[in-house]
């Protein structure tokens, strides 16, 4: 068994090779990619949600609190 390379050309000009072996993605290496693909996705939704929420919930978590302090207590700085 010989193993033949193949060059591929990328966009930017850079030469990637590749063997003959790697050109046959089996089911556990379809399997890793989705996987990564979710995890980046769930991950950068994550980041937003957390960005965005973050200063909501304590207020509401403040609003619940066993004083009961107004709006505008919670949000003013002294």
């Known amino acids: 068994m010989s193993s ?3 060059a591929l050309k990328a966009s930017k000009g ?4 590749k063997s003959a072996a790697d050109e046959d993605d089996g089911l556990a290496a379809v399997a890793a990619k989705f996987v990564k693909e979710w995890s ?5 939704k994550a980041k937003v949600i957390t960005h965005y929420g ?3 919930l304590v207020i509401i978590i403040g609003m619940n609190s066993d004083p009961k302090p107004s709006l ?5 700085p002294v």
């Open 4 to 6: 033949s390379r193949v």
């Open 54 to 56: 973050f200063i909501p």
């Open 40 to 44: 980046t996705f769930a991950m950068k």
């Open 14 to 17: 850079k030469v990637v090779k």
């Open 72 to 76: 505008s207590q919670l949000l003013s």
